[in-house]
C-alpha cells in the first residue's frame, strides 16, 4: 500500500510544504526560485497525470512531456480563472489554486488507485522493469557532470563584462525641475571608456521682449567636474534670484577639447511643466 | 570516434510494416528494436562524451561572442566551429543502430538544449531581440496589473495570447524571479519540450527510434531553431505545444488502453496553443485538417480519425478571435495581403529580394551563397531519397508521413517567397512549421542511406558534412552574418559596466519624464523605453510620426502632425540603426562614416519650433521638450 502511493504522498507532502515554505522564504532567493519551478512547472502535471492514468505511462520521456505540458496548461487555466472572476493573478491566490489543483488530482488518483487494485497497477511496472536499471555508469556520470560543469562555466564567462575597445562612449547630459518652483535639477552621466573631466557652465537667458532682455547673457555657474566610466553626477541649480521664464542653458565641455561644445541643454525657470519641466503624466 | 556500423550488422532489408493505429506504445517499441537498435543495456552509450564535446563548442561559441562583445571583430570561424561541434557527432551517433533508445533522447535533447544556450550566451544580460522587448514588457504589465490581458503599445495583438506572459509572470509572482529569468527558464523548459516531443512523434509515427532521432535533430537546421524560435516569444511556447498536441493525437490513434489520457493532453496542448500563439494555433488545425482528409481519403478506421480535434482546435480559434483577440484578423490579414501585393508586384516588375543580404545592406560573402544552395540542394535530393525510403519501409499508407512529407514540399515551395520582400517574412516564418516535415524526410532519406552503403566510412563522413551543411546553410538563410555575434552592450569599465546611450536616455526618461510623457522616438528607442515602463501612443513605425522624426525640416505638414498626434517630448537619434528594431539597441562602432548617421538638420530642425527645448543630451540622441501649440520661430 505505501508503494502504490508514495508518489502520490510525497507530491502532496511537497504540495502542502511548499506552500507554506513559499510564504516564509525571502521572496527571490534561490530557494523559492527552486520552489516556483515546482510548483508551477513540475507537481501539478504529475497530479493531472496520476488522476488520468492512475498507473501512470511507462515511457519515461511520454511521462516527461506530459507532466509538463499538463503543468503549462494548468498554469494558463488558473491565470485565466484568476483574471476572469476577478481575484486577479496575484502570489498568494496563484500558490492557492495550483497546490488546490495539485492534492485535488492527487486524491483522484489515489481513489483510481485504490479502484484499479494492485494487479493492474503493477502489470506496466513489470513490463518495463528494464527501464528502472540505473543506465549509467560512474565514469559516464563523471562525464556527463564534467559536461554540465563546462556548459555552466561557458554560460558564466559569457555574463562577464569584458572591456570594449572601438565603440564610442557617451555622456549624457540632462536637465529637469527641481523640488520648488524655482529651482532646476541639472545631471551627468558619464558612459565614456575612460574617465573623464568636464567643465560645466550655465547662462540665463530672459525672454525676448522683457524689460531686461538687453542682459541677455549672464554667466552664472562654471564647475569642473571628473567622472569615472558609469559615474553620475546632479546638483540642484537655486534660481529664486531669477525670474520665471528665464531660460537656463547648461553647456558641458570636455576637459581636453575646452574650444567645443560637447553637450547642450536648457530648462526654463518656473515652469514646472515647462521647458525642461518634467510630466508626470496621469 | 566508434559509431557502431559495422559490416554485415545491417538490419533486415526492408521494414516490418506495422499500422500504427492498430499498435500500442509497447508493441510499437518491441518493433522498433528489430530495427537493430540494442537496447537491452539501456546505457549511455557515447552521450556523456558527445556532451562533452558539445559543452567544448558551446565553450567555443562564447569565445567568440566575447571577441565580438569586445570590439575585436567577427570571429565567424569560432562561431561555426563551436555549432559543428554541438551537432556533428551527435547526428554521426544517432545514424547508429546501436545507439539506445535513452541515448537518443539525450543526445536530441542535448543539442536542443546547446543550441537554447547558444541564444542565452548571445544576449545573457537581458531580452535584446526585437520581439522580446514586447512580451518583456508585457511581462511586466502583469506583474505590476496582476492583471492578464494587458494592453500592448509595441504590439497590440499581443494582448489577446497571453500564454506566455502568464507562466513567466507566475514563476516571477511565486518564486521571485526576476522577468528575465523566469523567461530563459520557460523557453529553455519550452525547447526542452519541443524536442522530447518531436523524438516521440517521429517514434509514434514511424515506429524507428533511429528516424526518430535523426528527424528530432535534423529539424535543428531550420533557419530559425537558433536563434528566433529561442527567443522570449510566444511562438517559442506555442510551438512545442503544437508538436505535443500532434504526438499525443498520434498516440490516442493507435492506444488500445489509455486513451483518455493521450486525447486529455492533446485537449490540454491544443488550447495552449490557441490562448498563446496565432500562427502556431492555425498551423496546428491546418495539419489537423490535413491529417483528417488524408485519413478519410485512405479509408483507415474512423475510430482513429484525428477529426475531433481538428474540430476542437477550430473552435478554440474561432471561440478565442470572437471573444479574446478580435484584433488578431485584422493584423493577419495585413501581413498577408502586403505578402501577396509584394509577391505579386515583385512577378510584374521582375524586381527581387537580394538574398542573404541583410536589413542593413550587408551582403553574404560568397561562400555562404554556396553553402546556403548547397543546402536547399541536398534537401531537394533527399526528398527524392525519402519518398523512395517510404515507399520502401511500407509507410505510404501511413497518414502522419504523407503529411509530413507533403509539408516537406511546401517547405521547398516556400523558399519562392523569399525572393519578395514582404513575402520574405511569411516564407521565414512558415519554415520552422513545415521543417517538421523536413526533418523527418531528411531522417528517412539518411537512414535510408546508411541501410544501403553499410559500414562504410565514406558514407558516413559524407553524411556528417551533408548534416553540417544543413544547418550551417539553415543557419545563414535565417539569421544575417552581423546578427549572428553579438554587438557591444555592455562594457566592463571601472568602476561600473556601461551600457548604450539608448539605455541611458531610456532610465532618465522614465524616472524623470514619467510613465506617458507624450513621447515619439524611432523603432529601437521606443522599445528601449517601453521596457523601462514609459508608455506610447505612437512610434516610428507609424507614417505620421515616421514623417515627424525624420523630415529635414519643420514644414507645416510636419507641425500639423505635432499637434495632432499631440506630441510633448521628442527623442531624435541621429544613428540610422535606430530605426532598426535589431541592431539600434548597441554601442555605435568607433569607425562609423557620416553614412551612417542622420544629417545634423534631422536633430536641429526641432530647436526652429517656438517653445521646443533640448531637455537630454547624450550625443546621438537628444530629447526635445516640445510646448504645447507649437508654432516655427
Known sequence: VVRRYADLGVVVALAVASAGALLLLPHGSLASWLLAILVVMVMPGYALLAALRPSMPPDPAAKVVAIVTFSIANILFASLFLHLTGWGVDRARLVILLEMTTVASCVVAAVRRARLGPRRLARPARQHARAKTWPATPRSMGLLAAAAAVTALAVVFARAPVYAEGVRGYTLLWTAPGATDKSVVVGIQSGELRPMTYTLSMRSTRPAGSWAAAFRETSVVETRISLAPGQRWQITVDARGLPTGVMLTFVLRRADRPGSVYRTVTAVVGATSGAGAAHPSS | ?633
Open chain 2, 1 to 633: 570516434m566508434r559509431v557502431g556500423l559495422k559490416r554485415g550488422s545491417a538490419p533486415r532489408s526492408g521494414f516490418v510494416e506495422t499500422n500504427i493505429a492498430k499498435v500500442t506504445f509497447p508493441q510499437a517499441y518491441a518493433v522498433s528494436c528489430e530495427e537493430g537498435a540494442r537496447d537491452h543495456a539501456r546505457t549511455l552509450g557515447w552521450l556523456p562524451e558527445i556532451a562533452l564535446v558539445a559543452a567544448y563548442g558551446l565553450v567555443v561559441v562564447v569565445a567568440a561572442d566575447l571577441f565580438a562583445r569586445a570590439g575585436r571583430g567577427h570571429l565567424d570561424f569560432l562561431y561555426w566551429l563551436g555549432l559543428i561541434a554541438i551537432v556533428v557527432p551527435s547526428a554521426v551517433r544517432l545514424l547508429s543502430w546501436r545507439a539506445t533508445r535513452a541515448e537518443r533522447i539525450g543526445l536530441v535533447c542535448l543539442v536542443g538544449l546547446e543550441l537554447y544556450l547558444v541564444k542565452v550566451v548571445y544576449a545573457p544580460f537581458t531580452f535584446l531581440f526585437a520581439d522580446e522587448f514586447i512580451h518583456f514588457s508585457n511581462v511586466q504589465h502583469v506583474l505590476d496589473t496582476d492583471s492578464l490581458f494587458v494592453e500592448s503599445s509595441l504590439l497590440p495583438v499581443t494582448r489577446g495570447y497571453p500564454g506566455l506572459e502568464s507562466i513567466t509572470a507566475a514563476l516571477g509572482e511565486i518564486g521571485g524571479l526576476s522577468p528575465f529569468a523566469a523567461g530563459l527558464l520557460v523557453v529553455g523548459a519550452a525547447r526542452l519540450l519541443a524536442m522530447v516531443a518531436l523524438y516521440l512523434l517521429f517514434e509514434a509515427i514511424t515506429q524507428s527510434p533511429r528516424l526518430a532521432g535523426l528527424g528530432a535533430l535534423l529539424y535543428v537546421a531550420n533557419a530559425n531553431f537558433v536563434f528566433w524560435s529561442a527567443q522570449f516569444s510566444y511562438e517559442s511556447l506555442a510551438l512545442p505545444l503544437a508538436v505535443v498536441a500532434v504526438f499525443a493525437i498520434v498516440r490516442w490513434q493507435g492506444a488500445e488502453e489509455g486513451r483518455a489520457l493521450w486525447s486529455c493532453l492533446a485537449v490540454a496542448a491544443i488550447l495552449g496553443v490557441v490562448v498563446t500563439h496565432h500562427a502556431s494555433s492555425y498551423a496546428l488545425l491546418g495539419y489537423l485538417v490535413a491529417a483528417t482528409l488524408v485519413h478519410a481519403f485512405l479509408r483507415e478506421r474512423w475510430r482513429a480519425s484525428p477529426s475531433p480535434f481538428a474540430l476542437l482546435t477550430f473552435g478554440a480559434i474561432v471561440a478565442w478571435l470572437l471573444f479574446v483577440a478580435g484584433e488578431t484578423r485584422g493584423y493577419l490579414i495585413d501581413i498577408f495581403a502586403r505578402a501577396f501585393q509584394g509577391f505579386a508586384d515583385s512577378l510584374r516588375t521582375n524586381e527581387h529580394r537580394a538574398l542573404l543580404t541583410s536589413e542593413s545592406g550587408e551582403a553574404a560573402p560568397r561562400w555562404e551563397f554556396i553553402v546556403v544552395i548547397a543546402s536547399v540542394a541536398i534537401m531537394a535530393v533527399a526528398l527524392l531519397f525519402a519518398l523512395r525510403a517510404i515507399a520502401s519501409r511500407g509507410h505510404l499508407r501511413n497518414v502522419h508521413v504523407l503529411v509530413l512529407a507533403a509539408g516537406a514540399f511546401a517547405y521547398l515551395a516556400s523558399l519562392i517567397g523569399r525572393l519578395s520582400p514582404p513575402a520574405w517574412e511569411i516564407a521565414n516564418r512558415a519554415s520552422e512549421f513545415l521543417f517538421v516535415g523536413i526533418g523527418l524526410m531528411l531522417a528517412y532519406a539518411g537512414a535510408e542511406l546508411v541501410r544501403r552503403f553499410p559500414g562504410r566510412r565514406s558514407t558516413l563522413a559524407g553524411l556528417a558534412v551533408a548534416t553540417a551543411i544543413l544547418f550551417m546553410g539553415g543557419n545563414m538563410a535565417g539569421w544575417p552574418r552581423d546578427l549572428r555575434l553579438p554587438s557591444v552592450y555592455r562594457i566592463g569599465t571601472k568602476p561600473e559596466a556601461i551600457q548604450p546611450q539608448g539605455v541611458a536616455v531610456a532610465e532618465w526618461a522614465r524616472a524623470r519624464l514619467g510613465a506617458q510623457p507624450g513621447l515619439i522616438a524611432d523603432e529601437a528607442n521606443r522599445r528601449l523605453l517601453v521596457v523601462r515602463g514609459v508608455e506610447f501612443a505612437y512610434d516610428g513605425r507609424e507614417w505620421g510620426v515616421e514623417r515627424i522624426l525624420v523630415s529635414p525640416r519643420i514644414d507645416d505638414l510636419t507641425l500639423a502632425l505635432i499637434r495632432d498626434y499631440d506630441v510633448r517630448y521628442v527623442l531624435v537619434d541621429r544613428r540610422r540603426d535606430s530605426s532598426d528594431n535589431m541592431r539600434g539597441y548597441y554601442f555605435a562602432p568607433g569607425d562609423r562614416n557620416e553614412s551612417d548617421l542622420f544629417p545634423a538638420l534631422f536633430s536641429k530642425k526641432f530647436e526652429r519650433l517656438r517653445g521646443a527645448l533640448p531637455v537630454a543630451d547624450s550625443g546621438d540622441i537628444v530629447v526635445y521638450r516640445i510646448g504645447s501649440g507649437a508654432t516655427l520661430r
